[in-house]
Nanobody
């Protein structure tokens, strides 16, 4: 059974940090990505990582502040979020895809987690 389970969301003050985790089961080791969706907005790409962690991509809005990583021994992908801003407030979703791409889109993902809420107060 395929499962993606995010954790680590919560509240943070602007300038603070949070670390999200996404534990997977029932899936082979392929590319993973993080997306986010703020209220009233479309789901947007945040970061992606290839199967062995050797390649990553970031949205311009998070570059230099967020870091995606993975531990394949634990079937887990992480998103370290530093220097958080109020505009980072959103539900964060992890996703699995067979095809790693520099232009990850929601339509290109095969499986999704249920999301974890991140709220940043200014």
């Amino acid at each position: 059974q395929v499962q993606l389970a995010e954790s680590g969301g919560g509240y943070a003050q602007a300038g603070g940090s949070l670390r999200l985790s996404c534990a997977t089961s029932g899936l082979s080791t392929r590319a993973m990505a993080w997306f986010r969706q703020a209220p009233g907005k479309e789901r947007e790409f945040v970061a992606s990582i290839n199967w062995n962690g050797g390649s990553t991509y970031y949205a311009d809005s998070v570059k230099g502040r967020f870091t995606i990583s993975r531990d394949n021994t634990k079937n887990t992908v992480y998103l370290q979020m530093n220097s958080l801003k109020a505009e980072d407030t959103a539900v964060y979703y992890c996703a699995w895809t067979r095809f790693y791409s520099a232009n990850s889109t929601p339509a290109g993902m095969d499986y999704w987690g249920k999301g974890t809420l991140v709220t940043v107060s200014s």
